[in-house]
Nanobody, 114 residues
């Protein structure tokens, strides 16, 4: 099983990025997918999630700015991040869950300069 996250980078405040997470080794369509982030010195937190039926939910801090989507034909989940702020700086991880199966990607760094 591999979850390959990409799309992070250094952006100025107010900028946007599109994060991608390509999955392999799993039957992607049955998994609930999520994006988490972990800032230095802080706990990992859920940013956004999308269930296998397409239901989404977001952390209050990102509602209206971030959008999660999935393409089951490409085994990929996306996170569109807009209006980035310095407090969004973190390593962003994708996650795949189905029953007792729980997989993590390696993370992609997002750094927002003020």
């Amino acid at each position: 099983v591999q979850l390959q996250a990409s799309g992070g980078g250094l952006v100025q405040a107010g900028g946007s990025l599109r994060l991608s997470c390509a999955a392999s080794g799993i039957f992607f369509g049955i998994f609930d997918m999520g994006w988490y982030r972990q800032a230095p010195g802080k706990q990992r937190e859920l940013v956004a999630a999308i269930s296998r039926d397409g239901t989404t939910n977001y952390a209050d801090s990102v509602k209206g700015r971030f959008s999660i989507s999935r393409d089951n034909a490409k085994n990929t989940v996306y996170l569109q991040v807009n209006s980035l702020q310095p407090e969004d700086t973190a390593v962003y991880y994708c996650n795949a869950k189905f029953m007792s199966s729980d997989y993590w990607g390696q993370g992609t760094q997002v750094t927002v300069s003020s």
